[in-house]
């Protein structure tokens, strides 16, 4: 009886070992987050007031900052406690002081397998599920007036100060000029220029200069580019060939030269003053030195532009 137990308890032990080594292992179980991962690229790279705000579809939303930033730009890797295949979100500026959205409408994102990368550029509304690319382009372009179309550019562009600039209108009109929108005001800057030469302009009223003589006072363009109108010890002495001109059509002075840093060329950058010879003394205008900050031909070309038409738009 003894023996017949003892063969009886092996048999069992045997079959445990064998049943036991074919049992499967249990599966881990499967993840229930979400995981985002977000790119984003602003022209500028101002990515500091700048943040996330996610939420799953049909529920509230929390907030999510960039993290790291690499080529493209700045990179955020968000995870949601919960399994969704749709996530919403918006890129604010000021955090919760919610000061501006770069797109003022809501975005989604579809996931598949719980996650999902996406690529976001400023101003467009498109979600990119690849690296789109980042070559100039026109961000936005309104129509001013009807012969002004004001353009904001993603680069920097340098004008040549002739022709279109490269840019074209469809349906097609003729444009007369371009020209860099931070110099429209040109009364109250001095001078307008582009990559290859520089116009001044003195307007009666403006920059001190408060005679409405029509062209009877005689300015001249001082500057270390001509020696500061060649003063020495408190005297003047006029150079006539920057001697400024009345344009009866635009009611100012004017005076045209080629930039570079040639003889009788104006270096980009420099500085320089309107001087007004009073027979036998002289005016400096304005108080301070205007600054010659060329948004074209000093390399960094301008992000702004006027697109002027030779015809009136069709509204």
């Known amino acids: 009886m003894r023996k017949r137990l003892a063969l009886w308890l092996t048999l069992l032990l045997a079959l445990s070992l064998v049943f036991g080594c074919t049992k499967k292992t249990p599966e881990p179980p499967k993840e229930t987050g979400t995981t985002i ?16 705000w ?23 890797v968000v995870t949601l406690p919960v399994q969704t295949e749709k996530v919403g979100f918006i890129i604010r500026k000021g955090g919760d002081t919610w000061a501006g959205k770069d797109v003022g409408t809501d975005r989604f994102i579809e996931v598949k397998d719980g996650k999902a990368e996406v690529w976001l550029l ?30 904001k550019l993603t680069h920097d562009l340098a004008l040549k100060g002739t022709g279109s600039e490269g840019f074209s209108l469809s349906p097609s009109l003729p444009i007369a000029g371009v020209k860099d929108a931070r110099a429209a005001d040109v009364a109250l800057i001095g ?16 920059l001190g200069f ?21 003063t020495s010890g408190g005297s003047f002495k006029a150079q006539p060939e920057w001697l400024m001109s009345w344009n ?29 010879d009073a027979g036998g003394g002289q005016q ?17 070309g301008t992000k702004e532009v006027v697109i002027t038409l030779a015809q009136d738009a069709d509204v």
């Open 37 to 52: 991962t977000f790119h984003y690229h602003r022209w500028a790279e101002d990515y500091q007031p700048w943040d996330l």
């Open 54 to 76: 996610v939420w799953p579809f049909g529920k509230e939303g929390k907030s999510f900052q960039f993290t790291e930033r690499d080529e493209y730009g700045a990179k955020a």
């Open 122 to 151: 400023e101003g467009e509304e498109k979600v990119a599920t690849q690296p789109p690319d980042l070559k100039p382009r026109i961000q936005s372009a309104y129509l001013d007036s009807k012969r002004e179309i004001v353009a």
């Open 191 to 206: 001078y307008e220029a582009n990559a290859t030469q520089i116009t001044f302009i003195l307007t009666p009223g403006k």
């Open 210 to 230: 408060r005679k409405d003589d029509k062209g009877a006072a005689k300015v001249y363009i001082s500057g270390p580019f001509n020696s500061w109108g060649g």
């Open 248 to 276: 009866k059509t635009a009611g100012r002075y004017e005076l045209t030269k080629p930039i570079g840093t040639g003889a009788g060329q104006v270096p980009a950058g420099s500085e320089f003053k309107f001087t007004e």
């Open 284 to 300: 400096w205008l304005p108080s301070n030195n205007i600054q010659i900050t060329l948004g074209t031909g000093s390399g960094k």
